[in-house]
């Protein structure tokens, strides 16, 4: 928890950045606290590399004020920038130096000296299973080894907000479990984090607050509980032997498939008997029924629906979103 004067981690209000014609980000509100951390969610092009881009001060924005920890990025870059650690989407390592020179150039440019540097090099190393690949050339390292250097040089200098552009792609699972918890321990401390993935499970294990980015603007903000209960479709879901009757209740009944209807309710669980009880002599031919719940995968399709920011793609059809749900 913050103290009430202090100024959160990050602070972005009103941003907006276009390349050309494109307009990457419309008029984006976003706050990290202290010891929160923001999983950042949204299809390809939704304007996640830009929004951390434009935090880290590597691009300007065309409107809007962003702080880190009270510094403008735009009036006070280097106090901004000393206080945050990114590890962008694209690797940054030097392949002909090794995981050890790699770690301790990145030491010395945040303004480590000596053995201070040395020492945050072992330390950062080891939550990130680095130790035993230090000696070797970055050049011989897999691609999820050289995943796990490049995020490694984010964290070196203990920044306060942490910016990880999709830490785990291409990582493997050991090493994904092993980075979420290292995120956890980093928020458990007060560091902020803003982590993107396309990867929606990554975010319960994290413990994060949702931003969902569509289209350049932030469509949605809240715990993963909130959305689900603001966004998510509840059901009851009954699958006949045979074509499913008519049923006479007061919420939205729909078909899918041959065989299924589904019931929407909030709260599917409470309302399971009143729906049996409607289902009258067609009881007889109801051969399974199960209470839906939806999924952060299933809200976030919803949210981003029939609107896929690439290529116009429908993502979230009716029958995705049911598909989700039984998930
Ligand atoms: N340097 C650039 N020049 C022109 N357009 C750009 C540039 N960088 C990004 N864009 C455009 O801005 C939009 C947002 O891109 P951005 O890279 O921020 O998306 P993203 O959410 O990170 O996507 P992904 O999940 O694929 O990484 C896209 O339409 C993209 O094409
Ligand atoms: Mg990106």
Redesign the pocket.
């Known amino acids: 928890m913050r103290a009430p004067d202090r100024p959160p981690a990050l602070s972005v209000r009103g941003v907006g950045k276009s390349?050309?014609g494109?307009i990457?980000l419309d008029h984006v509100d976003l706050e990290i606290a202290e010891g929160t951390i923001v999983g950042l969610l949204?299809?390809?092009?939704?304007?996640?590399?830009?929004?951390m881009s434009l935090v880290a001060g590597l691009v300007r924005p065309d409107a809007g004020e962003i702080e880190v920890l009270g510094h403008s990025v735009a009036r006070h870059p280097r106090r901004a920038r000393r206080e945050l650690g990114l590890a962008p989407?694209e690797l940054g390592i030097y392949p002909p130096l090794t995981v050890r020179q790699n770690l301790q150039f990145f030491a010395e440019l945040a303004g480590l000296r000596g053995k201070e540097a040395r020492r945050r090099t072992e330390e950062v190393a080891e939550p990130l299973a680095l130790t035993g690949l230090m000696d070797r050339p970055a050049s011989r390292l897999s691609g999820g080894q050289q995943r796990r250097v490049h995020t490694a040089m984010a964290l070196i200098h203990r920044p306060r907000l942490v910016l990880l552009d999709?830490p785990t792609a291409g990582v493997d699972v050991e090493t994904r479990a092993r980075l979420v918890a290292h995120v956890r321990e980093l928020a458990a401390q007060g560091t902020a984090v803003c982590y993107s993935t396309?990867y929606l499970p990554e975010i319960e294990d994290l413990a994060a607050d949702v931003a969902v980015?569509h289209q350049g603007r932030v469509i949605a903000r809240g715990s993963v509980d909130e959305l689900v209960r603001r966004h998510g479709d509840s059901a009851v879901e009954l699958v006949f032997s045979g074509a499913p009757p008519e049923l006479d209740l007061p919420w939205p009944v729909t078909r899918q498939g041959e065989d299924t209807l589904l019931v929407r309710v909030e709260q599917p669980h409470l309302v399971t008997a009143r729906v049996l009880a409607a289902l009258g002599d067609a009881a007889v031919r109801l051969s399974a029924l199960r209470v839906v719940r939806p999924s952060l995968d299933n809200v976030f399709l919803r949210l981003t629906a029939g609107q896929h920011?690439d290529n116009g793609e429908d993502h979230a059809s009716t029958d995705r979103i049911e598909a989700e749900q039984h998930a």
């Open positions: 390349y050309g494109t990457a949204g299809h390809n092009g939704a304007g996640k590399t830009t929004l989407q999709e396309h980015l920011s």
